[in-house]
Protein backbone atom coordinates (compact mmCIF):
# COMPACT_ATOMS: atom_id res chain seq x y z
CA UNK A 1 0.00 0.00 0.00
CA UNK A 2 1.36 3.45 -0.91
CA UNK A 3 0.66 6.03 1.49
CA UNK A 4 0.93 9.80 1.49
CA UNK A 5 3.99 11.11 2.87
CA UNK A 6 4.67 14.08 5.22
CA UNK A 7 8.19 14.67 4.83
CA UNK A 8 11.08 12.14 3.25
CA UNK A 9 14.18 12.39 0.93
CA UNK A 10 16.32 11.08 -2.03
CA UNK A 11 19.80 10.25 -2.50
CA UNK A 12 20.16 12.73 0.71
CA UNK A 13 24.30 12.56 1.64
CA UNK A 14 25.82 14.27 4.64
CA UNK A 15 29.67 14.50 4.58
CA UNK A 16 31.16 16.72 7.91
CA UNK A 17 34.97 17.60 7.69
CA UNK A 18 37.55 16.36 5.26
CA UNK A 19 40.25 14.87 4.93
CA UNK A 20 41.42 12.30 7.64
CA UNK A 21 37.95 13.75 9.52
CA UNK A 22 35.78 13.07 7.28
CA UNK A 23 32.52 11.38 7.58
CA UNK A 24 29.85 10.35 5.88
CA UNK A 25 27.01 10.86 8.12
CA UNK A 26 24.22 9.67 5.46
CA UNK A 27 24.89 7.77 2.63
CA UNK A 28 22.59 8.03 -0.77
CA UNK A 29 19.37 7.72 1.88
CA UNK A 30 15.93 7.45 0.36
CA UNK A 31 13.35 7.51 3.32
CA UNK A 32 9.65 9.03 3.15
CA UNK A 33 7.90 9.72 6.46
CA UNK A 34 4.25 8.29 6.50
CA UNK A 35 1.42 11.08 7.33
CA UNK A 36 -0.52 10.33 9.69
CA UNK A 37 1.92 7.80 11.66
CA UNK A 38 4.69 7.23 14.06
CA UNK A 39 7.65 6.20 12.55
CA UNK A 40 10.83 5.35 14.96
CA UNK A 41 14.51 5.34 13.66
CA UNK A 42 16.52 2.85 15.35
CA UNK A 43 20.42 2.31 14.72
CA UNK A 44 23.82 2.26 16.74
CA UNK A 45 25.56 5.32 18.18
CA UNK A 46 26.51 7.49 15.20
CA UNK A 47 24.73 5.37 12.61
CA UNK A 48 23.15 8.67 11.47
CA UNK A 49 19.97 9.04 12.92
CA UNK A 50 20.42 12.80 14.66
CA UNK A 51 22.00 13.87 11.36
CA UNK A 52 18.76 12.51 9.28
CA UNK A 53 16.10 13.91 11.30
CA UNK A 54 17.97 17.12 11.43
CA UNK A 55 18.44 17.51 7.39
CA UNK A 56 14.51 16.28 6.75
CA UNK A 57 13.89 19.17 9.70
CA UNK A 58 15.60 21.90 7.65
CA UNK A 59 18.27 21.94 10.59
CA UNK A 60 21.35 20.89 9.23
CA UNK A 61 21.79 21.04 4.80
CA UNK A 62 22.27 17.96 3.43
CA UNK A 63 25.73 17.37 1.10
CA UNK A 64 23.76 16.30 -1.98
CA UNK A 65 19.98 15.23 -2.44
CA UNK A 66 17.04 16.30 -1.72
CA UNK A 67 14.28 16.39 1.15
CA UNK A 68 10.76 17.46 1.34
CA UNK A 69 8.26 18.34 3.81
CA UNK A 70 4.95 19.05 3.01
CA UNK A 71 4.67 19.97 -0.30
CA UNK A 72 8.01 22.10 0.08
CA UNK A 73 11.14 20.79 -1.41
CA UNK A 74 14.07 22.07 1.32
CA UNK A 75 17.07 22.23 -1.05
CA UNK A 76 18.38 25.47 -2.36
CA UNK A 77 15.79 27.64 0.40
CA UNK A 78 17.64 30.54 1.77
CA UNK A 79 18.10 30.89 5.80
CA UNK A 80 15.17 33.06 6.19
CA UNK A 81 12.91 30.55 4.14
CA UNK A 82 14.09 27.50 6.11
CA UNK A 83 13.60 29.79 9.38
CA UNK A 84 9.81 30.22 8.31
CA UNK A 85 9.24 26.61 6.84
CA UNK A 86 10.48 25.20 10.46
CA UNK A 87 8.85 27.65 12.66
CA UNK A 88 5.16 26.82 10.48
CA UNK A 89 5.24 22.92 9.29
CA UNK A 90 7.55 21.04 12.11
CA UNK A 91 7.84 20.36 15.66
CA UNK A 92 10.56 19.70 17.71
CA UNK A 93 11.26 17.51 20.84
CA UNK A 94 14.61 17.19 22.16
CA UNK A 95 16.34 14.82 24.99
CA UNK A 96 17.17 17.85 27.50
CA UNK A 97 13.56 19.45 27.44
CA UNK A 98 14.85 22.80 25.89
CA UNK A 99 11.69 25.04 27.69
CA UNK A 100 12.83 28.55 28.27
CA UNK A 101 13.47 28.93 32.30
CA UNK A 102 11.47 32.00 32.88
CA UNK A 103 8.50 31.39 31.27
CA UNK A 104 5.64 29.60 32.27
CA UNK A 105 4.12 26.20 31.12
CA UNK A 106 1.55 27.57 29.32
CA UNK A 107 3.68 30.60 28.01
CA UNK A 108 6.40 28.00 26.71
CA UNK A 109 3.61 26.18 25.00
CA UNK A 110 1.84 29.13 23.47
CA UNK A 111 5.52 30.41 22.47
CA UNK A 112 5.79 28.92 18.87
CA UNK A 113 2.16 30.35 17.97
CA UNK A 114 3.29 34.16 19.36
CA UNK A 115 6.62 34.38 17.32
CA UNK A 116 4.24 33.30 14.50
CA UNK A 117 1.76 35.75 15.15
CA UNK A 118 -0.85 33.48 15.43
CA UNK A 119 -3.49 32.44 18.09
CA UNK A 120 -4.15 28.45 19.86
CA UNK A 121 -7.12 26.83 17.31
CA UNK A 122 -9.30 26.44 20.65
CA UNK A 123 -9.94 23.08 19.69
CA UNK A 124 -6.78 21.71 19.14
CA UNK A 125 -4.81 23.87 22.39
CA UNK A 126 -7.86 21.98 24.26
CA UNK A 127 -7.25 18.58 23.04
CA UNK A 128 -3.74 18.87 23.50
CA UNK A 129 -4.23 20.05 27.20
CA UNK A 130 -6.18 17.33 27.97
CA UNK A 131 -3.71 14.94 26.44
CA UNK A 132 -0.68 16.65 28.36
CA UNK A 133 -2.62 16.01 31.68
CA UNK A 134 -1.14 19.49 33.44
CA UNK A 135 -4.12 21.41 33.66
CA UNK A 136 -3.39 22.03 37.53
CA UNK A 137 0.14 22.87 36.41
CA UNK A 138 0.02 25.29 33.67
CA UNK A 139 1.41 28.09 35.27
CA UNK A 140 4.10 26.82 36.79
CA UNK A 141 7.56 27.49 35.86
CA UNK A 142 9.89 24.62 34.21
CA UNK A 143 11.93 24.46 36.99
CA UNK A 144 8.66 23.83 39.35
CA UNK A 145 7.89 20.58 37.50
CA UNK A 146 9.22 17.07 37.30
CA UNK A 147 11.60 16.07 33.98
CA UNK A 148 8.38 13.69 32.52
CA UNK A 149 5.93 16.80 32.78
CA UNK A 150 8.45 19.20 31.74
CA UNK A 151 8.75 16.66 28.72
CA UNK A 152 5.34 16.57 28.10
CA UNK A 153 4.95 20.38 28.14
CA UNK A 154 8.17 20.62 25.26
CA UNK A 155 5.59 17.83 23.21
CA UNK A 156 2.41 19.88 23.72
CA UNK A 157 4.43 22.72 22.80
CA UNK A 158 5.79 20.76 19.41
CA UNK A 159 1.98 19.63 18.39
CA UNK A 160 0.10 23.25 19.38
CA UNK A 161 1.21 24.78 15.99
CA UNK A 162 -0.66 21.50 14.34
CA UNK A 163 3.00 21.25 12.32
CA UNK A 164 3.76 18.19 9.11
CA UNK A 165 5.78 16.58 10.91
CA UNK A 166 6.67 16.32 15.00
CA UNK A 167 10.02 15.34 15.21
CA UNK A 168 11.88 14.02 18.81
CA UNK A 169 15.54 12.83 19.24
CA UNK A 170 15.62 10.69 21.93
CA UNK A 171 12.75 12.36 23.68
CA UNK A 172 12.72 9.76 26.81
CA UNK A 173 16.63 9.28 27.11
CA UNK A 174 16.57 11.62 30.94
CA UNK A 175 13.20 9.73 31.86
CA UNK A 176 12.28 7.32 33.80
CA UNK A 177 10.42 4.63 32.88
CA UNK A 178 6.77 5.76 34.16
CA UNK A 179 7.81 9.07 32.80
CA UNK A 180 8.50 7.73 29.15
CA UNK A 181 5.43 5.58 29.22
CA UNK A 182 3.62 8.58 29.80
CA UNK A 183 5.53 10.32 27.34
CA UNK A 184 5.24 7.87 24.44
CA UNK A 185 1.75 7.12 25.32
CA UNK A 186 1.23 10.83 24.66
CA UNK A 187 2.79 10.81 20.99
CA UNK A 188 1.24 7.56 20.53
CA UNK A 189 -2.32 9.49 20.98
CA UNK A 190 -0.81 12.82 19.12
CA UNK A 191 -1.02 10.40 15.94
CA UNK A 192 -4.31 8.23 16.68
CA UNK A 193 -6.25 11.34 17.98
CA UNK A 194 -4.80 14.40 15.81
CA UNK A 195 -3.68 12.42 12.85
CA UNK A 196 -0.13 13.65 13.67
CA UNK A 197 2.86 12.30 11.77
CA UNK A 198 5.81 11.52 14.37
CA UNK A 199 9.61 10.59 13.39
CA UNK A 200 11.10 9.51 16.56
CA UNK A 201 15.32 8.49 16.78
CA UNK A 202 15.67 6.10 20.06
CA UNK A 203 17.60 3.47 21.46
CA UNK A 204 15.25 1.55 23.77
CA UNK A 205 13.02 -1.54 21.40
CA UNK A 206 10.20 -0.49 23.90
CA UNK A 207 9.96 2.90 22.79
CA UNK A 208 10.41 1.83 19.62
CA UNK A 209 7.49 -0.56 19.86
CA UNK A 210 5.03 2.20 20.24
CA UNK A 211 5.70 3.25 16.71
CA UNK A 212 3.73 1.64 13.58
CA UNK A 213 7.01 1.30 11.58
CA UNK A 214 11.12 0.96 12.80
CA UNK A 215 13.63 2.24 10.24
CA UNK A 216 16.90 0.90 10.98
CA UNK A 217 20.00 2.69 10.25
CA UNK A 218 23.53 1.60 10.06
CA UNK A 219 26.87 3.39 9.31
CA UNK A 220 24.86 6.10 7.38
CA UNK A 221 22.39 3.84 5.56
CA UNK A 222 18.94 2.31 6.03
CA UNK A 223 19.25 -1.27 6.20
CA UNK A 224 16.30 -3.04 7.15
CA UNK A 225 12.50 -1.89 8.26
CA UNK A 226 10.30 -3.21 10.65
CA UNK A 227 6.08 -2.60 10.35
CA UNK A 228 3.73 -3.36 13.64
CA UNK A 229 7.24 -3.26 16.15
CA UNK A 230 6.98 -5.22 19.18
CA UNK A 231 10.24 -5.03 21.99
CA UNK A 232 11.07 -8.47 21.19
CA UNK A 233 10.99 -7.81 17.46
CA UNK A 234 12.88 -4.59 17.54
CA UNK A 235 15.68 -6.37 19.62
CA UNK A 236 16.08 -9.28 17.26
CA UNK A 237 16.18 -7.24 14.42
CA UNK A 238 19.13 -4.75 16.20
CA UNK A 239 21.41 -8.24 17.08
CA UNK A 240 21.15 -8.44 13.29
CA UNK A 241 22.24 -5.55 12.40
CA UNK A 242 25.21 -5.54 15.29
CA UNK A 243 26.41 -9.00 13.46
CA UNK A 244 26.36 -7.09 10.02
CA UNK A 245 27.92 -4.17 11.03
CA UNK A 246 30.66 -5.17 13.71
P1 LIG B 1 23.46 9.16 15.84
O1 LIG B 1 22.41 10.20 16.10
O2 LIG B 1 22.94 7.93 15.15
O3 LIG B 1 24.24 8.79 17.06
P2 LIG B 1 24.74 11.28 14.33
O4 LIG B 1 23.77 11.58 13.25
O5 LIG B 1 24.79 12.21 15.48
O6 LIG B 1 24.53 9.77 14.81
O7 LIG B 1 26.21 11.21 13.71
C1 LIG B 1 26.53 10.44 12.55
C2 LIG B 1 28.03 10.59 12.27
O8 LIG B 1 28.31 11.94 11.89
C3 LIG B 1 28.92 10.28 13.46
O9 LIG B 1 30.10 9.67 13.00
C4 LIG B 1 29.20 11.66 14.04
O10 LIG B 1 30.43 11.67 14.71
C5 LIG B 1 29.24 12.53 12.79
N1 LIG B 1 28.79 13.92 13.06
C6 LIG B 1 27.57 14.30 13.47
N2 LIG B 1 27.50 15.64 13.58
C7 LIG B 1 28.73 16.12 13.23
C8 LIG B 1 29.31 17.42 13.13
N3 LIG B 1 28.59 18.53 13.41
N4 LIG B 1 30.60 17.52 12.75
C9 LIG B 1 31.30 16.42 12.44
N5 LIG B 1 30.84 15.17 12.50
C10 LIG B 1 29.56 15.01 12.89
MG1 LIG C 1 21.80 11.13 17.88
Known amino acids: MKTKAAAGAKALTKIYGAGDSRVVALDHVDVEFHT ?9 SGSGK ?9 LDEPTSGTVFLGDAVLTGLGDNQ ?16 NLLPTLTAWENITLPLDLAGRRPDPELAATIMDAV ?9 PSQLSG ?9 RALITGPDVVFADEPTGALDSTASADLLGLL ?3 VDDL ?12 AAAYADRVLFLADGRLVDELAAPTADRVLDR ?6 VTV
Open 82 to 97: LTALRRDRVGFVFQAF
Open 36 to 44: GRFTAIMGP
Open 50 to 58: STLMHCVAG
Open 133 to 141: GLADRLHHR
Open 188 to 190: RRS
Open 148 to 156: GQQQRVACA
Open 238 to 243: MKNLER
Open 195 to 206: GQTVVMVTHEPA
